[in-house]
Protein backbone atom coordinates (compact mmCIF):
# COMPACT_ATOMS: atom_id res chain seq x y z
CA UNK A 1 0.00 0.00 0.00
CA UNK A 2 1.25 3.63 -1.28
CA UNK A 3 0.91 6.28 1.84
CA UNK A 4 0.31 10.00 1.17
CA UNK A 5 3.08 11.58 1.44
CA UNK A 6 4.34 12.46 5.07
CA UNK A 7 5.33 16.16 6.05
CA UNK A 8 9.22 16.67 6.91
CA UNK A 9 10.63 17.34 10.77
CA UNK A 10 11.43 20.87 8.99
CA UNK A 11 8.07 21.99 7.81
CA UNK A 12 4.71 21.57 9.73
CA UNK A 13 1.27 21.49 8.01
CA UNK A 14 -0.15 24.65 7.56
CA UNK A 15 -3.09 24.29 5.52
CA UNK A 16 -6.67 21.83 5.69
CA UNK A 17 -5.55 20.62 2.40
CA UNK A 18 -2.46 19.42 3.60
CA UNK A 19 -3.90 18.08 6.95
CA UNK A 20 -6.83 15.77 4.21
CA UNK A 21 -4.04 14.28 2.04
CA UNK A 22 -2.63 12.29 5.17
CA UNK A 23 -6.59 10.54 5.18
CA UNK A 24 -6.05 7.15 5.11
CA UNK A 25 -8.56 4.50 6.41
CA UNK A 26 -7.93 1.17 7.25
CA UNK A 27 -10.53 0.38 9.69
CA UNK A 28 -13.59 1.21 6.82
CA UNK A 29 -11.59 -0.24 3.89
CA UNK A 30 -10.74 -3.43 5.72
CA UNK A 31 -13.61 -3.97 8.48
CA UNK A 32 -17.24 -4.73 7.61
CA UNK A 33 -19.71 -1.87 7.39
CA UNK A 34 -23.26 -2.96 9.48
CA UNK A 35 -25.19 -4.34 6.27
CA UNK A 36 -28.39 -2.92 7.50
CA UNK A 37 -26.38 1.10 7.54
CA UNK A 38 -27.54 3.87 5.58
CA UNK A 39 -25.09 4.30 2.52
CA UNK A 40 -25.15 8.31 3.55
CA UNK A 41 -24.14 8.34 6.85
CA UNK A 42 -27.56 9.80 7.93
CA UNK A 43 -27.86 7.01 10.45
CA UNK A 44 -28.69 8.88 13.80
CA UNK A 45 -32.10 6.77 15.14
CA UNK A 46 -31.22 4.55 18.29
CA UNK A 47 -31.48 1.31 16.98
CA UNK A 48 -30.10 -2.57 17.31
CA UNK A 49 -27.01 -3.69 14.76
CA UNK A 50 -26.57 -7.17 14.61
CA UNK A 51 -23.46 -7.43 12.42
CA UNK A 52 -20.78 -5.59 10.77
CA UNK A 53 -17.56 -3.75 12.61
CA UNK A 54 -18.47 0.13 12.50
CA UNK A 55 -21.98 1.91 11.39
CA UNK A 56 -20.82 4.69 8.66
CA UNK A 57 -22.46 8.05 10.48
CA UNK A 58 -22.01 11.73 10.40
CA UNK A 59 -21.76 13.79 13.29
CA UNK A 60 -24.44 16.87 13.85
CA UNK A 61 -22.19 19.78 13.71
CA UNK A 62 -22.27 22.18 16.75
CA UNK A 63 -24.05 25.66 16.05
CA UNK A 64 -21.82 28.46 15.99
CA UNK A 65 -18.55 26.39 17.28
CA UNK A 66 -16.18 28.66 19.16
CA UNK A 67 -12.35 27.93 19.82
CA UNK A 68 -11.75 27.41 23.30
CA UNK A 69 -7.88 25.29 23.02
CA UNK A 70 -5.89 23.15 21.63
CA UNK A 71 -3.27 20.74 22.23
CA UNK A 72 -0.04 22.77 21.09
CA UNK A 73 2.57 19.65 22.34
CA UNK A 74 0.42 17.17 20.30
CA UNK A 75 0.10 19.18 17.25
CA UNK A 76 3.69 20.16 17.00
CA UNK A 77 4.32 15.85 17.56
CA UNK A 78 2.22 15.62 14.87
CA UNK A 79 3.75 18.34 12.67
CA UNK A 80 0.76 20.64 12.79
CA UNK A 81 0.81 24.48 12.63
CA UNK A 82 -0.75 25.71 15.84
CA UNK A 83 -2.26 27.84 13.20
CA UNK A 84 -4.43 25.04 12.11
CA UNK A 85 -6.58 24.81 15.15
CA UNK A 86 -8.40 28.54 13.91
CA UNK A 87 -8.66 27.49 10.40
CA UNK A 88 -11.97 27.59 9.17
CA UNK A 89 -12.21 24.33 7.68
CA UNK A 90 -10.34 22.38 10.07
CA UNK A 91 -11.91 24.12 12.85
CA UNK A 92 -15.60 22.84 10.93
CA UNK A 93 -14.74 19.30 11.12
CA UNK A 94 -13.63 19.23 14.62
CA UNK A 95 -16.72 20.95 15.59
CA UNK A 96 -18.57 18.06 13.55
CA UNK A 97 -19.22 19.85 10.09
CA UNK A 98 -17.33 16.91 8.00
CA UNK A 99 -19.42 18.22 4.32
CA UNK A 100 -16.14 20.34 3.99
CA UNK A 101 -13.91 17.43 3.49
CA UNK A 102 -12.59 16.44 0.25
CA UNK A 103 -10.63 13.70 -1.20
CA UNK A 104 -8.88 11.45 0.35
CA UNK A 105 -10.42 12.56 3.57
CA UNK A 106 -14.33 11.50 3.12
CA UNK A 107 -17.68 13.30 4.47
CA UNK A 108 -19.27 10.64 6.68
CA UNK A 109 -17.59 9.33 9.97
CA UNK A 110 -18.19 6.22 11.29
CA UNK A 111 -19.45 4.15 15.21
CA UNK A 112 -18.29 1.37 16.34
CA UNK A 113 -20.20 -1.46 18.78
CA UNK A 114 -18.71 -3.28 21.60
CA UNK A 115 -20.25 -5.47 24.28
CA UNK A 116 -20.61 -4.83 28.27
CA UNK A 117 -18.55 -6.45 31.10
CA UNK A 118 -18.66 -5.72 34.55
CA UNK A 119 -16.00 -7.13 36.85
CA UNK A 120 -16.26 -10.53 34.23
CA UNK A 121 -19.86 -10.54 34.14
CA UNK A 122 -22.00 -10.51 30.75
CA UNK A 123 -24.30 -7.18 30.85
CA UNK A 124 -27.28 -6.85 28.71
CA UNK A 125 -29.39 -4.84 30.89
CA UNK A 126 -29.12 -1.39 30.21
CA UNK A 127 -29.63 -1.90 26.70
CA UNK A 128 -32.94 -0.46 25.76
CA UNK A 129 -33.41 -3.40 23.17
CA UNK A 130 -32.59 -6.16 25.94
CA UNK A 131 -30.48 -8.12 23.66
CA UNK A 132 -27.16 -6.06 23.85
CA UNK A 133 -27.61 -4.95 20.47
CA UNK A 134 -27.88 -1.49 21.40
CA UNK A 135 -24.40 -0.87 23.03
CA UNK A 136 -21.93 0.78 21.38
CA UNK A 137 -20.30 4.34 20.68
CA UNK A 138 -23.36 6.35 21.24
CA UNK A 139 -21.87 10.14 21.01
CA UNK A 140 -18.44 9.36 19.62
CA UNK A 141 -17.57 9.30 16.50
CA UNK A 142 -14.72 8.71 14.09
CA UNK A 143 -13.98 11.09 11.53
CA UNK A 144 -10.30 10.82 10.41
CA UNK A 145 -8.04 8.05 9.89
CA UNK A 146 -4.44 8.74 8.72
CA UNK A 147 -0.61 8.53 8.65
CA UNK A 148 1.13 10.97 9.90
CA UNK A 149 4.87 11.13 10.67
CA UNK A 150 4.67 7.59 10.19
CA UNK A 151 2.71 6.77 12.54
CA UNK A 152 -1.37 5.77 12.38
CA UNK A 153 -3.69 7.93 14.13
CA UNK A 154 -7.51 7.44 14.68
CA UNK A 155 -9.38 11.11 15.56
CA UNK A 156 -12.73 11.12 17.24
CA UNK A 157 -15.29 13.60 18.13
CA UNK A 158 -16.30 13.34 21.71
CA UNK A 159 -20.30 14.62 21.65
CA UNK A 160 -20.31 14.67 17.96
CA UNK A 161 -24.05 14.24 18.29
CA UNK A 162 -26.56 10.40 17.90
CA UNK A 163 -25.47 7.26 16.71
CA UNK A 164 -27.26 3.95 16.09
CA UNK A 165 -25.96 3.05 19.57
CA UNK A 166 -27.37 6.52 21.65
CA UNK A 167 -30.09 4.56 23.26
CA UNK A 168 -31.89 7.64 22.65
CA UNK A 169 -29.91 10.20 24.19
CA UNK A 170 -28.90 12.93 22.56
CA UNK A 171 -25.28 12.26 21.46
CA UNK A 172 -24.15 15.93 23.04
CA UNK A 173 -21.18 16.29 25.60
CA UNK A 174 -21.55 19.25 27.91
CA UNK A 175 -18.75 21.76 28.32
CA UNK A 176 -18.00 20.72 31.90
CA UNK A 177 -16.85 17.27 30.83
CA UNK A 178 -15.21 18.34 28.01
CA UNK A 179 -12.86 20.41 29.57
CA UNK A 180 -11.99 17.73 32.02
CA UNK A 181 -11.45 14.93 29.68
CA UNK A 182 -9.55 17.47 27.21
CA UNK A 183 -7.29 18.26 30.40
CA UNK A 184 -7.09 14.92 32.03
CA UNK A 185 -5.54 13.09 28.40
CA UNK A 186 -2.91 16.36 28.48
CA UNK A 187 -2.13 15.26 32.15
CA UNK A 188 -1.49 11.66 31.49
CA UNK A 189 0.32 12.46 28.62
CA UNK A 190 2.39 14.62 30.45
CA UNK A 191 2.53 12.64 33.58
CA UNK A 192 4.44 9.39 30.98
CA UNK A 193 0.79 7.30 31.11
CA UNK A 194 -0.04 5.79 27.84
CA UNK A 195 -3.47 7.72 27.17
CA UNK A 196 -5.44 8.65 23.97
CA UNK A 197 -4.76 12.50 23.12
CA UNK A 198 -6.08 15.73 23.07
CA UNK A 199 -6.34 17.32 19.89
CA UNK A 200 -8.78 20.20 19.85
CA UNK A 201 -11.84 21.68 21.89
CA UNK A 202 -15.04 23.38 20.59
CA UNK A 203 -17.79 25.12 22.61
CA UNK A 204 -21.28 26.06 21.08
CA UNK A 205 -21.98 29.46 21.12
CA UNK A 206 -25.91 29.02 21.48
CA UNK A 207 -26.67 25.24 21.68
CA UNK A 208 -27.36 24.10 25.52
CA UNK A 209 -28.78 20.74 26.86
CA UNK A 210 -29.90 19.99 30.13
CA UNK A 211 -28.10 17.80 32.48
CA UNK A 212 -28.92 16.60 36.06
CA UNK A 213 -26.12 18.39 38.49
CA UNK A 214 -25.00 19.77 41.46
CA UNK A 215 -26.20 22.90 43.36
CA UNK A 216 -23.56 25.28 44.85
CA UNK A 217 -21.66 24.10 47.92
CA UNK A 218 -24.20 20.35 47.83
CA UNK A 219 -23.14 17.54 49.87
CA UNK A 220 -25.67 15.72 48.05
CA UNK A 221 -24.70 11.98 46.76
CA UNK A 222 -26.64 12.30 43.66
CA UNK A 223 -26.89 15.36 41.48
CA UNK A 224 -30.06 17.40 42.95
CA UNK A 225 -30.36 20.33 40.22
CA UNK A 226 -30.65 20.60 36.51
CA UNK A 227 -28.28 22.89 34.67
CA UNK A 228 -28.23 24.25 31.07
CA UNK A 229 -24.93 23.31 29.96
CA UNK A 230 -23.20 25.01 26.42
CA UNK A 231 -22.80 21.78 24.39
CA UNK A 232 -19.16 20.90 23.48
CA UNK A 233 -17.06 18.66 21.03
CA UNK A 234 -13.75 17.75 22.19
CA UNK A 235 -11.39 15.50 19.41
CA UNK A 236 -9.85 12.69 21.20
CA UNK A 237 -6.90 10.98 19.33
CA UNK A 238 -5.38 7.06 19.62
CA UNK A 239 -3.82 5.00 17.19
CA UNK A 240 -7.17 3.02 17.21
CA UNK A 241 -9.95 2.88 19.83
CA UNK A 242 -10.50 -0.86 20.06
CA UNK A 243 -11.69 -1.84 23.37
CA UNK A 244 -11.70 -5.10 25.31
CA UNK A 245 -15.80 -4.79 24.76
CA UNK A 246 -15.98 -4.53 20.80
CA UNK A 247 -13.92 -8.00 20.94
CA UNK A 248 -16.17 -9.26 23.44
CA UNK A 249 -19.00 -8.29 21.29
CA UNK A 250 -17.96 -10.54 18.32
CA UNK A 251 -16.80 -13.83 20.67
CA UNK A 252 -20.21 -13.55 22.27
CA UNK A 253 -22.13 -13.31 18.70
CA UNK A 254 -20.16 -16.20 17.59
CA UNK A 255 -20.46 -18.41 20.75
CA UNK A 256 -24.12 -17.78 19.88
CA UNK A 257 -23.89 -18.80 16.31
CA UNK A 258 -25.85 -15.18 15.75
CA UNK A 259 -25.13 -15.39 12.35
CA UNK A 260 -22.75 -17.01 9.29
CA UNK A 261 -20.24 -14.94 9.61
CA UNK A 262 -19.79 -14.37 13.04
CA UNK A 263 -16.75 -16.39 13.47
CA UNK A 264 -15.26 -14.65 10.90
CA UNK A 265 -15.76 -11.16 12.22
CA UNK A 266 -14.44 -11.60 15.20
CA UNK A 267 -10.84 -13.26 13.60
CA UNK A 268 -10.74 -9.72 10.95
CA UNK A 269 -11.59 -7.82 14.12
CA UNK A 270 -8.63 -9.33 16.21
CA UNK A 271 -6.92 -9.68 13.19
CA UNK A 272 -6.99 -5.57 12.60
CA UNK A 273 -6.20 -5.17 16.28
CA UNK A 274 -3.09 -6.56 15.60
CA UNK A 275 -2.51 -4.69 13.04
CA UNK A 276 -3.09 -1.15 14.11
CA UNK A 277 -1.81 -1.93 18.16
CA UNK A 278 0.95 -4.36 17.99
CA UNK A 279 2.23 -4.49 14.24
CA UNK A 280 5.50 -3.81 15.41
CA UNK A 281 6.15 -6.25 18.51
CA UNK A 282 4.58 -9.09 16.66
CA UNK A 283 6.57 -10.89 14.10
CA UNK A 284 4.29 -11.56 11.28
CA UNK A 285 5.97 -14.19 9.81
CA UNK A 286 4.60 -16.26 12.97
CA UNK A 287 1.76 -18.49 12.58
CA UNK A 288 -1.65 -16.95 13.42
CA UNK A 289 -2.34 -19.18 16.73
CA UNK A 290 0.89 -17.86 17.67
CA UNK A 291 0.53 -14.08 16.70
CA UNK A 292 -2.71 -14.52 19.40
CA UNK A 293 -0.30 -15.67 21.74
CA UNK A 294 2.35 -12.82 21.33
CA UNK A 295 -0.86 -10.43 21.47
CA UNK A 296 -2.25 -11.96 24.71
CA UNK A 297 0.99 -11.55 26.45
CA UNK A 298 1.69 -7.85 25.26
CA UNK A 299 -1.47 -7.05 26.30
CA UNK A 300 -1.02 -7.88 29.49
CA UNK A 301 2.51 -6.51 30.23
CA UNK A 302 0.81 -3.35 28.90
CA UNK A 303 -2.52 -3.37 30.81
CA UNK A 304 -0.17 -4.60 34.46
CA UNK A 305 2.15 -1.61 33.69
CA UNK A 306 -0.58 0.81 33.60
CA UNK A 307 -2.36 -0.11 35.81
CA UNK A 308 0.88 0.49 38.13
CA UNK A 309 1.36 3.65 36.30
CA UNK A 310 -2.17 4.62 37.84
CA UNK A 311 -1.26 3.66 41.08
CA UNK A 312 1.05 5.47 41.11
CA UNK A 313 -0.12 9.22 40.14
CA UNK A 314 -3.32 8.64 42.47
CA UNK A 315 -5.46 7.94 39.43
CA UNK A 316 -8.69 6.32 39.93
CA UNK A 317 -10.38 5.16 36.75
CA UNK A 318 -14.20 4.72 38.57
CA UNK A 319 -16.09 2.54 35.55
CA UNK A 320 -12.82 0.74 34.51
CA UNK A 321 -15.99 -2.10 32.64
CA UNK A 322 -14.26 -3.98 29.55
CA UNK A 323 -15.75 -1.58 27.18
CA UNK A 324 -13.69 1.07 28.95
CA UNK A 325 -10.63 -0.86 28.39
CA UNK A 326 -8.49 0.05 25.46
CA UNK A 327 -7.46 -3.03 24.02
CA UNK A 328 -4.31 -1.31 23.15
CA UNK A 329 -3.08 -1.11 26.46
CA UNK A 330 -3.81 2.69 27.29
CA UNK A 331 -5.83 4.89 29.70
CA UNK A 332 -9.02 5.44 27.23
CA UNK A 333 -12.74 6.85 28.18
CA UNK A 334 -11.97 9.58 31.06
CA UNK A 335 -15.73 9.82 32.33
CA UNK A 336 -16.02 9.29 36.30
CA UNK A 337 -12.20 9.79 36.89
CA UNK A 338 -10.34 11.19 40.10
CA UNK A 339 -7.31 11.98 41.47
CA UNK A 340 -6.52 10.59 45.22
CA UNK A 341 -5.52 13.41 47.23
CA UNK A 342 -6.13 13.01 50.64
CA UNK A 343 -5.02 9.01 51.09
CA UNK A 344 -7.55 6.12 50.93
CA UNK A 345 -6.96 3.35 49.30
CA UNK A 346 -10.78 2.95 48.49
CA UNK A 347 -10.73 6.22 46.84
CA UNK A 348 -13.89 5.92 44.38
CA UNK A 349 -14.85 9.34 42.57
CA UNK A 350 -17.92 7.98 40.90
CA UNK A 351 -21.27 7.85 43.51
CA UNK A 352 -22.41 4.87 40.96
CA UNK A 353 -18.74 2.62 40.72
CA UNK A 354 -18.99 0.95 44.13
CA UNK A 355 -15.83 -0.43 46.33
CA UNK A 356 -14.98 -2.63 43.16
CA UNK A 357 -13.63 0.11 40.97
CA UNK A 358 -11.87 1.71 43.48
CA UNK A 359 -8.10 2.96 43.66
CA UNK A 360 -6.63 0.34 45.28
CA UNK A 361 -8.56 -2.50 43.57
CA UNK A 362 -8.00 -1.45 39.94
CA UNK A 363 -5.30 -4.70 39.42
CA UNK A 364 -8.23 -6.84 40.70
CA UNK A 365 -10.77 -4.47 38.08
CA UNK A 366 -7.70 -4.97 35.60
CA UNK A 367 -7.72 -8.68 35.60
CA UNK A 368 -11.33 -8.82 34.94
CA UNK A 369 -10.98 -6.92 31.89
CA UNK A 370 -8.09 -9.19 30.82
CA UNK A 371 -9.96 -12.59 31.55
CA UNK A 372 -13.02 -11.04 28.88
CA UNK A 373 -9.79 -10.45 26.22
CA UNK A 374 -8.62 -13.78 27.15
CA UNK A 375 -12.23 -15.63 26.70
CA UNK A 376 -12.67 -13.77 23.89
CA UNK A 377 -9.28 -14.17 21.61
CA UNK A 378 -9.43 -17.98 22.56
CA UNK A 379 -12.26 -18.81 20.58
CA UNK A 380 -9.75 -18.67 17.70
CA UNK A 381 -7.39 -21.05 19.19
CA UNK A 382 -9.50 -24.18 19.57
CA UNK A 383 -7.83 -26.30 16.88
CA UNK A 384 -4.28 -25.51 18.15
CA UNK A 385 -3.48 -27.72 21.36
CA UNK A 386 0.03 -26.17 21.88
CA UNK A 387 -0.68 -22.71 21.51
CA UNK A 388 -4.10 -23.37 23.42
CA UNK A 389 -1.49 -24.18 26.23
CA UNK A 390 0.73 -21.10 26.25
CA UNK A 391 -2.26 -18.51 25.99
CA UNK A 392 -3.88 -20.02 28.82
CA UNK A 393 -1.03 -20.26 30.89
CA UNK A 394 -0.85 -16.02 29.99
CA UNK A 395 -3.87 -16.05 31.27
CA UNK A 396 -2.95 -18.04 34.77
CA UNK A 397 -0.33 -15.63 34.98
CA UNK A 398 -2.16 -12.52 35.40
CA UNK A 399 -2.18 -11.99 39.04
CA UNK A 400 1.46 -12.51 39.90
CA UNK A 401 2.33 -10.28 37.06
CA UNK A 402 0.21 -7.58 38.07
CA UNK A 403 1.65 -7.94 41.08
CA UNK A 404 5.22 -7.68 40.04
CA UNK A 405 4.52 -4.46 38.16
CA UNK A 406 3.19 -3.18 41.26
CA UNK A 407 5.97 -3.77 43.53
CA UNK A 408 8.61 -2.56 41.03
CA UNK A 409 6.57 0.66 40.76
CA UNK A 410 6.24 1.08 44.99
CA UNK A 411 10.22 0.46 44.74
CA UNK A 412 11.12 3.00 42.37
CA UNK A 413 8.47 5.40 44.12
CA UNK A 414 9.71 5.18 47.68
CA UNK A 415 13.76 5.34 46.09
CA UNK A 416 14.44 2.04 47.00
CA UNK A 417 16.43 -1.04 45.71
CA UNK A 418 14.35 -3.92 46.74
CA UNK A 419 10.59 -4.19 47.23
CA UNK A 420 10.20 -4.09 51.31
CA UNK A 421 6.85 -5.18 51.98
CA UNK A 422 7.00 -4.73 55.55
CA UNK A 423 8.29 -0.98 55.33
CA UNK A 424 5.56 -0.63 52.30
CA UNK A 425 2.47 -2.12 55.08
CA UNK A 426 3.58 0.12 57.84
CA UNK A 427 3.73 3.44 55.65
CA UNK A 428 0.22 2.34 54.06
CA UNK A 429 -1.01 2.94 57.76
CA UNK A 430 0.34 5.78 58.76
CA UNK A 431 -0.61 7.03 55.54
CA UNK A 432 -4.69 6.48 56.41
CA UNK A 433 -4.25 7.33 59.94
CA UNK A 434 -2.51 10.75 59.19
CA UNK A 435 -5.24 11.53 56.58
CA UNK A 436 -1.77 12.15 53.82
CA UNK A 437 -1.91 14.26 50.84
CA UNK A 438 -0.85 11.34 48.51
CA UNK A 439 0.66 13.37 45.69
CA UNK A 440 2.48 15.96 48.05
CA UNK A 441 3.55 13.07 50.38
CA UNK A 442 5.42 11.61 47.92
CA UNK A 443 6.84 14.67 46.59
CA UNK A 444 7.89 15.72 50.03
CA UNK A 445 9.70 12.43 50.97
CA UNK A 446 11.54 12.69 47.43
CA UNK A 447 13.80 15.32 49.26
CA UNK A 448 14.85 12.00 51.50
CA UNK A 449 14.04 13.90 54.64
CA UNK A 450 14.99 13.07 58.15
CA UNK A 451 12.83 14.01 60.19
CA UNK A 452 8.59 14.15 60.51
CA UNK A 453 8.44 17.77 60.22
CA UNK A 454 9.36 18.03 56.95
CA UNK A 455 7.13 16.40 55.75
CA UNK A 456 3.86 18.44 58.03
CA UNK A 457 2.61 19.92 55.10
CA UNK A 458 1.06 17.02 53.61
CA UNK A 459 -1.16 16.11 56.92
CA UNK A 460 -4.43 16.82 57.01
CA UNK A 461 -4.86 16.60 60.88
CA UNK A 462 -2.27 16.95 63.29
CA UNK A 463 -0.67 13.70 64.35
CA UNK A 464 -0.64 12.65 68.13
CA UNK A 465 2.91 12.26 69.83
CA UNK A 466 2.40 8.52 69.69
CA UNK A 467 2.34 8.99 66.08
CA UNK A 468 4.48 11.58 65.86
CA UNK A 469 6.88 8.54 66.94
CA UNK A 470 5.55 5.71 65.02
CA UNK A 471 6.63 8.01 61.98
CA UNK A 472 9.72 8.90 63.00
CA UNK A 473 10.62 5.20 63.59
CA UNK A 474 9.73 4.93 59.65
CA UNK A 475 11.25 6.74 58.70
CA UNK A 476 14.48 5.99 59.99
CA UNK A 477 13.96 2.95 58.50
CA UNK A 478 13.72 3.50 55.56
CA UNK A 479 16.25 6.51 55.48
CA UNK A 480 18.53 3.40 56.24
CA UNK A 481 17.54 1.09 53.01
CA UNK A 482 17.43 4.22 50.51
CA UNK A 483 21.34 5.77 51.78
CA UNK A 484 22.92 2.45 51.94
CA UNK A 485 25.59 3.08 49.92
CA UNK A 486 23.73 5.46 47.39
CA UNK A 487 23.86 8.87 46.44
CA UNK A 488 21.46 10.95 47.89
CA UNK A 489 21.03 13.80 45.35
CA UNK A 490 20.90 10.90 42.85
CA UNK A 491 17.94 9.07 44.33
CA UNK A 492 16.16 12.52 45.11
CA UNK A 493 16.55 13.32 41.59
CA UNK A 494 15.05 10.09 40.85
CA UNK A 495 12.29 9.19 43.22
CA UNK A 496 10.87 12.86 41.63
CA UNK A 497 10.88 11.73 38.11
CA UNK A 498 8.38 9.48 39.45
CA UNK A 499 6.41 11.10 42.24
CA UNK A 500 4.95 14.61 40.14
CA UNK A 501 4.44 17.82 42.13
CA UNK A 502 1.46 19.13 40.64
CA UNK A 503 -1.83 16.52 40.64
CA UNK A 504 -4.96 17.04 39.36
CA UNK A 505 -7.00 18.72 42.58
CA UNK A 506 -11.15 18.59 41.03
CA UNK A 507 -11.79 21.75 43.26
CA UNK A 508 -9.25 23.77 40.96
CA UNK A 509 -11.20 22.47 37.87
CA UNK A 510 -14.17 23.48 38.61
CA UNK A 511 -13.36 27.30 38.54
CA UNK A 512 -12.00 26.27 35.27
CA UNK A 513 -14.72 25.08 33.53
CA UNK A 514 -17.41 27.47 35.41
CA UNK A 515 -15.84 30.46 33.97
CA UNK A 516 -15.48 28.71 30.81
CA UNK A 517 -19.35 28.12 30.40
CA UNK A 518 -19.13 32.05 30.53
CA UNK A 519 -16.94 32.63 27.38
CA UNK A 520 -13.68 32.99 30.01
CA UNK A 521 -11.04 30.19 28.63
CA UNK A 522 -8.32 31.80 30.91
CA UNK A 523 -8.09 29.60 33.46
CA UNK A 524 -8.88 26.45 31.12
CA UNK A 525 -5.57 27.63 29.28
CA UNK A 526 -3.10 28.18 32.56
CA UNK A 527 -4.49 24.45 34.21
CA UNK A 528 -2.95 23.10 30.89
CA UNK A 529 -0.32 25.25 31.09
CA UNK A 530 0.85 23.99 34.64
CA UNK A 531 -0.33 20.37 34.10
CA UNK A 532 1.79 20.24 30.82
CA UNK A 533 4.91 20.00 33.28
CA UNK A 534 3.68 18.03 36.49
CA UNK A 535 7.49 16.69 37.47
CA UNK A 536 8.76 20.25 37.61
CA UNK A 537 9.48 22.94 40.21
CA UNK A 538 7.23 25.86 38.71
CA UNK A 539 7.01 29.47 39.51
CA UNK A 540 6.56 30.37 43.13
CA UNK A 541 3.02 31.84 42.27
CA UNK A 542 2.05 28.56 40.94
CA UNK A 543 3.43 26.36 43.27
CA UNK A 544 1.61 28.32 46.18
CA UNK A 545 -1.82 28.48 43.76
CA UNK A 546 -1.64 24.51 43.05
CA UNK A 547 0.59 22.81 45.20
CA UNK A 548 -1.60 22.43 48.29
CA UNK A 549 -3.64 20.74 50.66
CA UNK A 550 -7.29 20.41 49.65
CA UNK A 551 -9.84 23.16 51.78
CA UNK A 552 -11.92 21.63 54.06
CA UNK A 553 -14.79 23.44 51.99
CA UNK A 554 -14.57 21.11 49.57
CA UNK A 555 -14.59 18.02 51.08
CA UNK A 556 -17.78 15.77 50.71
CA UNK A 557 -19.06 18.26 48.16
CA UNK A 558 -21.22 16.93 44.64
CA UNK A 559 -19.50 17.72 41.56
CA UNK A 560 -15.49 17.97 43.55
CA UNK A 561 -15.20 15.27 46.18
CA UNK A 562 -17.70 12.60 44.43
CA UNK A 563 -19.78 13.02 41.38
CA UNK A 564 -22.21 11.52 39.31
CA UNK A 565 -21.41 9.66 35.80
CA UNK A 566 -19.97 12.87 33.61
CA UNK A 567 -22.31 13.86 30.42
Known sequence: MSYPSQPSAERSITTFDEFVRL??????????ADPDAMGDGDDRRARQVFSGHFVPVTPTPLAEPEYVTHSSTFFKELGLNDRLALDDKFRHIFSGDISVAHEPMRQVGWATGYALS????????????GTGNGYGDGRAISVFEGIINGQRWEMQLKGGGP????????????????????????????????????????????????????????????????????VAISTRVAPSFLRVGQLELFARRARNNAHPKALEELRMIVSHLIEREYKSDINQSLSFADQLVELTKLFRQRLTTLVANWLRIGYCQGNFNSDNCAAGGFTLDYGPFGFCE?????????????????????PVAAEANYHMFWKSVRLLLTEDAKALESFDQLRHGFAETMQEQVQKMWKAKLGLTEYNPNLFKK???????????????????????????????????????????????????????????????????KMKQVNPKYTWREWLIVP??????????????????????????????????????????FFNTGGVSHYSCSS
Not at 195 to 200: F, K, P
Not at 471 to 492: C, G, M
Not at 525 to 548: A, C, N, T, W
Open 118 to 129: IYGTEYIQQCPF
Open 427 to 493: LMELMTKSQVDYTIFFRELSHIPDHISLLKKSFYVENSEQLEEQWQSWLKSWRDLVTKDNDLAEISA
Open 23 to 32: ADYSLMDTLN
Open 342 to 362: MFNPGFQPWTGGGQHFSFFNQ
Open 163 to 230: TPYCRGADGRAVLRSSVREFLAQEYMQALGVPTSRSLTLYVSKCETVTRPWYSQDSCSIDPDILVDNP
Open 512 to 553: AYQQAMQGDYTLVRELQEVLSRPYDEQSEEIEDKYYSLRPKT
